[in-house]
């Protein structure tokens, strides 16, 4: 299920999805600027997963310094 939220006037949708049975990734999209996804392990919980991505988003948005 995609969720969404603005962060500093910058769109992010994101979507969590599960592999296998306990194997959690993410991507979003963020704005223009492109789509993002997790490279690293996959994330024992959805909870994890959707922690990450937040940070992840938000750090990025910070870089872009708008």
């Given at each position: 299920m995609p969720?969404?939220?603005f962060h500093q006037g910058h769109y992010v949708n994101l979507e969590l999805?599960?592999?296998?049975?306990?194997q959690w990734n993410?991507?979003?999209?963020?704005d223009?600027?492109?789509r993002f996804e997790n490279q690293?392990?996959?994330f024992g919980t959805r909870e994890l997963?959707?922690?990450?991505?937040?940070?992840?988003?938000?750090a990025r948005i910070e870089?872009?310094?708008?």
């Open positions: 969720e969404s939220f999805t599960q592999r296998t049975f306990g993410w991507v979003y999209t963020l223009t600027h492109g690293g392990a996959a997963a959707m922690a990450d991505a937040l940070e992840n988003a938000k870089r872009l310094g708008h």
